[in-house]
C-alpha cells in the first residue's frame, strides 16, 4: 500500500496537452533512430553470412594434405 503512493508521487498528467508535444518528438526520432540501427546490424549481418559462406566453400574445396 505504501508503495502506491510513493509511486504515485512520480506520475504526471499534465492539463494542458501541449506539454506532451516535446516527448512526442524526441520518442519519434529515438524511435526512428532505433529502427535504422536495426536495419543496419541486419544488413550487415548479412553480408557478414555471405562472406562467412564463401569462406567456408573455399576452405571445403582446397585437397586436404592427406589426399595429395
Not at 23 to 47: D, E, P, Q, W
Amino acid at each position: 500500500m505504501l508503495n502506491l503512493f510513493i509511486l504515485a508521487d512520480f506520475l504526471y498528467f499534465p492539463k494542458d496537452k501541449s506539454e506532451y508535444i516535446p516527448a512526442v518528438i524526441s520518442f519519434t526520432i529515438f524511435f526512428i533512430g532505433a529502427i535504422l540501427a536495426m536495419r543496419y546490424f541486419i544488413v550487415v549481418s548479412k553480408k557478414e553470412a555471405e562472406k562467412a559462406k564463401e569462406l567456408e566453400e573455399k576452405i571445403l574445396q582446397q585437397p586436404t594434405q592427406k589426399e595429395q
